[in-house]
């Protein structure tokens, strides 16, 4: 199975498809690279055809024309309903508690390493306020959590 994945260079904005997990990409048209686990993964799929429809929207935004675009291409894949959302965003919060290798983790740790995966602030807290309600993780002191 193979998942195309659609990042977009930090310094020149294009966005590129990736078909595997490299540990860094090196863009196409400035030539910069970036580390293909911390930048932000716009959209992934396992059709290209779909990967290629986000990358055309991510120009088409870029360009001001974004909501144009859906209208024209009028796709599934702008439709990501509320469920698949906070899953892929609940996701981003727990790997928090993996991937950093603490006993305890700060809130603002856990902000930068869940806005790096794209979740803003206030979806982050939501998300450590869910996950304190069902027990998987504690929350020690205020803003201090812990991974039960
Ligand atoms: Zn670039």
Same mark, same amino acid.
């Given at each position: 199975?193979?998942?195309h994945t659609v990042t977009v260079c930090p310094d020149c904005?294009?966005?590129?498809?990736?078909?595997?997990?490299?540990?860094?990409?090196?863009?196409?048209?400035?030539?910069?690279?970036?580390?293909?686990?911390?930048?932000?993964?716009?959209?992934?799929? #396992?059709? =290209? $055809?779909?990967?290629?429809?986000?990358?055309?929207?991510?120009?088409?935004?870029q360009q001001g024309k974004g909501e144009e675009y859906k209208?024209?291409?009028?796709?599934?894949?702008? $439709?990501?309903?509320?469920?698949?959302?906070?899953?892929?965003?609940?996701?981003?919060?727990?790997?928090?508690?993996?991937?950093?290798?603490?006993? #305890?983790?700060? #809130?603002?740790?856990?902000?930068?390493?869940?806005?790096?995966?794209?979740?803003? =602030?206030?979806?982050?807290?939501?998300?450590?306020?869910?996950?304190? #309600?069902?027990?998987?993780? @504690? $929350?020690?002191?205020?803003?201090?959590? =812990?991974? @039960?």
């Amino acid at each position: 199975m193979t998942i195309h994945t659609v990042t977009v260079c930090p310094d020149c904005l294009t966005p590129r498809i990736t078909s595997k997990q490299p540990e860094t990409i090196s863009c196409t048209k400035c030539g910069s690279s970036y580390d293909f686990q911390t930048v932000r993964h716009h959209f992934t799929s #396992e059709s =290209q $055809e779909e990967a290629i429809l986000y990358r055309g929207y991510i120009i088409a935004d870029q360009q001001g024309k974004g909501e144009e675009y859906k209208q024209q291409v009028d796709s599934g894949i702008f $439709e990501v309903g509320p469920e698949t959302a906070s899953k892929t965003q609940l996701e981003a919060v727990k790997d928090a508690f993996t991937d950093i290798d603490q006993e #305890e983790l700060s #809130e603002g740790e856990i902000l930068d390493f869940a806005n790096s995966w794209g979740v803003d =602030q206030e979806k982050t807290r939501h998300i450590l306020n869910k996950m304190i #309600e069902t027990g998987s993780i @504690l $929350e020690r002191e205020p803003g201090v959590y =812990q991974k @039960l």
